[in-house]
């Protein structure tokens, strides 16, 4: 299983930015997808993620201006990102399960947000 993230980039604080994640490959069945950040010095964090059946969780302090969605059918889940702050800035991670064993099997390579102040 192959993922790649889109739709990185800079942005000015208050701006909001939408990732895209494509997972391709052998994919017999989608199960959760989420992402995860890294910020510059800090260990990667858990940010959103969304269920097979549609159900979401978000980091506590990121629920209100974060939406993550999926399009099973185009096997792609999505972070809507709004008012975003320097602090949001970092490298953004998806995470897609396909098999019961693990819940994340396959990560992409990450793609950089930066938000200017």
């Known amino acids: 299983v192959q993922v790649e993230e889109s739709g990185g980039g800079l942005v000015q604080a208050g701006g909001s930015l939408r990732l895209a994640c494509v997972a391709s490959?052998?994919?017999?069945?989608?199960?959760?997808m989420g992402w995860y950040r890294q910020a510059p010095g800090k260990q990667r964090e858990f940010v959103a993620r969304i269920s097979s059946g549609g159900v979401t969780t978000y980091a506590d302090s990121l629920e209100g201006r974060f939406t993550i969605s999926r399009d099973d059918a185009k096997k792609s889940v999505y972070l809507q990102m709004n008012s975003l702050q320097p602090e949001d800035t970092g490298v953004y991670y998806c995470a897609i399960g396909t098999t019961t064993i693990v819940e994340y099997n396959a990560w992409g390579q990450g793609i950089q947000v930066t938000v200017s102040s």
């Open positions: 490959g052998d994919i017999f069945r989608l199960n959760a």
